[in-house]
């Protein structure tokens, strides 16, 4: 399993643990992926999951850049128009950051 999807996964049951119930993983359009869609009692979460090993020096909520978030917005909103949820959508951040025996997860709310 590479590290991208051992984050979403690591992520993925972080948010079963907090009660959170996922509508969807891996959601395509042209524009590219959400990695998690799940829903609490308030909102429809777009999630964008970042991961990295320890020892990588690269910062993770870099990673979401200004052209990476615009593609993920038109995501959503493809999304939006093809499933009309009750709720009101909020965007997140988990960064998940892999050490040999654990993780570390940060969960960003309203990240963009």
């Known amino acids: 399993m590479n590290i991208g999807k051992k984050g979403e996964e690591i992520a993925k049951n972080y948010l079963l643990s907090k009660k959170f119930s996922i509508i969807k993983q891996n959601y395509y359009s042209r524009f590219g992926e959400i990695d998690i869609i799940c829903e609490d009692k308030n909102y429809i979460i777009f999630v964008e999951v970042k991961s990295k090993f320890y020892l990588s020096y690269s910062n993770l909520s870099e990673r979401v850049n200004y052209i990476k978030q615009q593609k993920f917005l038109k995501t959503v909103e493809i999304y939006l128009s093809e ?30």
Do not use: G, L, S, T
């Open 83 to 112: 499933n009309v949820p009750k709720k009101q959508p909020r965007i997140d951040v988990i960064e998940v950051i892999i050490f040999k025996y654990r993780y570390k997860i940060d969960h960003i709310e309203n990240a963009f």
